[in-house]
């Protein structure tokens, strides 16, 4: 059974699950400190050192702590995600060998027009009418492409090639495998008003689990560096 504590839901249907990590705040001090032929200290003294490391852009120490997330997600996000190379390693499920999520997809909470000014931004309305047309509109292409696609399946297609019909929205797992530095260039793109409001849902998941492992090195890294406008500083 899996630790609630460990799991957060994103969206309607995804979630970010933190399934394993290697260090803390402790590990980037040792790292900081061996050029020095030193060791970990006292709580103050390691926590300023966090934090001077963090101010001066310092930043390879914090490349020895590592997560292991098991993320699910729309495939449209995880595209996104997947163009952060540096740091990341991620293993996705595979359309060819599982239908596992086949017939689950993404419908937004949320109605958003492009904003005029901004083509990185859009803007949230209210209006439900336009709400319930567009949910209408998703769910039966949606529809037709799952039914489309169990019929090439039905009619002995290989699914390598039924799955070529599937849209971006339908949901898909990966684990990744980051480190600490990685993770915080990440969050300074996508845990952003600038990015998809989608991503931006599993950025603040990820941010939660690095705070709560990494109380020191999170605090100093949105004291000092984030450059995003969602998490909280």
Not at 96 to 119: A, C, L, W
Request: neutral net charge.
């Amino acid at each position: 059974m899996k630790n609630s504590e460990n799991i957060l839901k994103v969206l309607d249907k995804g979630f970010v699950e933190i399934v394993d990590y290697m260090g803390g705040d402790r590990s980037a001090v040792r790292a900081a400190r061996v050029s020095h032929g030193k060791d970990i200290s006292t709580d103050e003294r390691d926590k300023n050192l966090i934090d001077y490391l963090m101010k001066n852009g310092h930043t390879s120490p914090f490349e020895h702590i590592t997560f292991t997330f098991h993320v699910k997600a729309p495939i449209f996000v995880v595209r996104q995600w997947f163009r952060h190379r540096i740091g990341m390693s991620p293993n996705e499920i595979s359309r060819r060998y599982t239908s596992k999520n086949v017939d689950e997809f993404y419908i937004p909470s949320n109605i958003r027009i492009q904003d005029i000014e901004d083509k990185q931004k859009s803007v949230v309305v209210e209006d439900e009418g336009l709400k319930k047309q567009m949910i209408e509109i998703i769910e039966e292409a949606y529809l037709k492409t799952y039914e489309s696609y169990e019929k090439l399946i039905n009619l002995g297609v290989a699914k390598e090639l039924a799955r070529i019909i599937l849209p971006v929205g339908e949901y898909t797992e990966f684990y990744l495998t980051t480190n600490a530095r990685a993770l915080m260039h990440f969050l300074d793109l996508r845990a952003s008003s600038h990015a998809q409001w989608e991503i931006q849902q599993y950025a603040i998941a990820l941010a939660h689990f690095f705070q709560k492992i990494c109380p020191w090195t999170y605090e100093a890294y949105i004291k000092y560096v984030y450059q995003g406008d969602v998490l909280e500083k």
